[in-house]
């Protein structure tokens, strides 16, 4: 073998490594930025005792909804992580919204989910007590106005990392997929308390408070919340859904981690 293809050889083998430490180093540094931001952003609304962070991702129509009804409804400031979105709707949304000083936006520079919340960057940071969802959801017409102190005292009553919402299975609506009320129907078992009406039950990043102090080592470990708690996902609900199959498509071409990805993948085709 010549020189020049030895060295070919040589270098073919190491440039994945490179590469791949390379992403790291650019991923690492994404997160250090993000971590910042949400830092900056927790010390100009320290005010705010408990923060409510909702993640993301080229759905500004969930955004806007959720955002606008905690700020008219309960005036909590909530804190957005985009998770790099790609659809500029969604990028024009948010900064219109933080103009008109309904949210904190902090822009991640990399798509990480919709754990992004839990980086070490952004978690170590945290209150003892903090708030986090998805935006898909539609909240209770009848919350109540403390609503957040009470998920909070939850948590302590019933020894529990997060104290959320239970999602209403609204059976006089159709839904994109039988199975999902199938799957979602074990939720509704095990009741531990009728007031207020309480559910052992995981929980993913559907609304919840989080108590730091709590969590010892399951991340689904809570409850969920009936009653005037109770919350609808609405992208299990066609004609209560926000967005449309144009605006599902661009969702879904750079969506990592949604649970509902496989039912609205089938339902737009």
């Known amino acids: 073998m010549n ?10 083998k190491a440039l994945p490594s490179y590469i791949e430490k390379r992403n790291l180093a650019r991923i690492r540094a994404h997160r250090s930025h993000l971590g910042r931001q949400v830092h900056t952003i927790l010390r100009a609304c320290s005010e705010m005792q408990l923060p409510v962070f909702i993640v993301s991702y080229n759905n500004a129509r969930y955004v806007e909804n959720i955002a606008l009804r905690l700020k008219r409804d309960f005036g909590v400031k909530s804190i957005v992580i985009d998770n790099k979105s790609t659809c500029q709707k969604t990028i024009n949304q948010l900064r219109n919204l933080c103009s008109l000083d309904v949210c904190y936006v902090a822009w991640s520079g990399y798509n990480f989910g919709h754990l992004v919340g839990f980086l070490d960057e952004v978690y170590n940071i945290l209150p003892t007590f903090f708030a986090y969802t998805d935006p898909d959801l539609e909240l209770s017409a009848t919350l109540p106005k403390d609503f957040l102190r009470q998920l909070s005292l939850m948590t302590t009553n019933f020894d529990v990392y997060k104290a959320g919402f239970a999602l209403d299975l609204l059976p ?19 009741q531990i308390s009728t007031n207020p009406d309480v559910y052992c039950a995981p929980l993913d990043t559907t609304f919840a408070v989080y108590n730091k102090t709590l969590y010892r080592g399951g991340f689904y470990s ?41 039912y609205l993948k089938k339902s737009i085709q």
């Open 3 to 12: 020189i020049r293809r030895a060295l070919h050889s040589i270098a073919s």
């Open 172 to 190: 006089q609506e159709s839904v994109i997929d039988p199975s999902i009320i199938e799957h979602e129907s074990q939720f509704w078992h095990r």
């Open 222 to 262: 809570g409850v969920r919340v009936a009653g005037d708690f109770r919350a609808v996902h609405l992208p299990w609900f066609p004609r209560l859904d926000l967005m449309n199959s144009m605006e599902w498509e661009q969702y879904l071409k750079g969506n990592i981690s949604s649970s509902v990805k496989r």
